[in-house]
Nanobody, 122 residues
Framework: QVQLVESGGGLVQAGASLRLSCAASARTFSRFEMGWFRQAPGKEREFVAAVSWDGDRLYYSDSVKGRFTLFRENVKKTVVLQMNSLKAEDTAVYYC???????????????WGQGTQVTVSS
């Protein structure tokens, strides 16, 4: 069973930065594609960012491109989402996600964390 545990959420003002971390228990973490999704109140969950198993390929939604940076540390089995220049519309519950099925992380991850709240005040 794969467990993903997020940390680092909180309340910040617009323009500030936050760093979200996701710790994975998967023995084969280095073969997993990993990503982040978010869900704002009253909205559907949406893709935010993802990284390939080797860290070479990165994917970002248009809404966060240029402001968020995703990287992974396979030795530590962690994925980090650095969020800069936060906006009120970034307010959401952020979920870490992972999958061992290559090419699917942006659409249908197999594993999810419990979520961490990010609130950006304007």
């Amino acid at each position: 069973q794969v467990q993903l545990v997020e940390s680092g959420g909180g309340l910040v003002q617009a323009g500030a930065s936050l760093r979200l971390s996701c710790a994975a228990s998967a023995r084969t973490f280095s073969r997993f594609e990993m990503g982040w999704f978010r869900q704002a109140p009253g909205k559907e969950r949406e893709f935010v960012a993802a990284v390939s198993w080797d860290g070479d390929r990165l994917y970002y939604s248009d809404s966060v491109k240029g402001r968020f940076t995703l990287f992974r540390e396979n030795v530590k089995k962690t994925v980090v989402l650095q969020m800069n220049s936060l906006k009120a519309e970034d307010t959401a519950v952020y979920y870490c996600a992972g999958t061992g099925r290559l090419g699917t992380i942006t659409r249908t991850p197999d594993y999810w964390g419990q979520g961490t709240q990010v609130t950006v005040s304007s």
